[in-house]
């Protein structure tokens, strides 16, 4: 607990929640609404794809996405610890807060092995996606719904 403590008497967590600058609290809010919204977005454009939907479009063509996932969830990362940092010893006793980040790293897990079954599979636009692969899609959707849902209680529930 007396490390948590530390955390949020660190000079960046005391400017993030006492600064009245708007770059402060409300920029890292924003980026990090912004980076998940972009993740969970283009995770289940690629889960859908996955799934069934648009088969039409190429796996081949959705990789760049891949990568512009992984670049928002930096942004979401890097954001979360300013904002955890606020609120560390807080968020550390919510079991809310507790089931986001584990609901966060099993979509994060699911999504990635999603990927590598089907989008990163050379033979994925030529023959059927294993059925693993649709599983995988299905609980990553329902890992990231778990997610958001849990980090929207935060605010409500502690």
């Not at 998940?36 to 760049?64: D, E, H, M, Q, Y």
């Not at 928002?72 to 609120?87: D, E, H, I, K, Q």
């Not at 990163?120 to 649709?134: C, F, I, K, M, T």
Request: with cysteine; charged share 10%.
């Amino acid at each position: 607990m007396e490390f948590l403590l530390w955390i949020e008497n660190t000079g960046i967590a005391q400017w993030v929640t006492g600064s009245n600058s708007i770059l402060a609290y409300p920029t890292i809010l924003f980026v990090h609404t912004l980076g998940l919204s972009a993740v969970i977005g283009l995770s289940v454009f690629i889960n859908l794809r996955v799934l069934g939907f648009a088969r039409g479009l190429p796996f081949t063509v959705l990789r760049p996405f891949i990568t512009l996932t992984w670049i928002a969830f930096g942004l979401a990362a890097v954001s979360g610890t300013l904002l955890l940092m606020s609120t560390a010893s807080a968020k550390a006793q919510s079991p809310i807060f507790i089931a986001k980040l584990v609901f966060v790293g099993l979509a994060v897990v699911t999504q990635h092995l999603t990927t590598k079954r089907s989008i990163r599979n050379p033979q994925a636009d030529v023959s059927p996606l294993p059925r693993e692969a649709h599983v995988l899609a299905l609980c990553s959707l329902v890992l990231w719904v778990a997610a958001t849902t849990a980090g929207r209680l935060i605010a409500y529930v502690g």
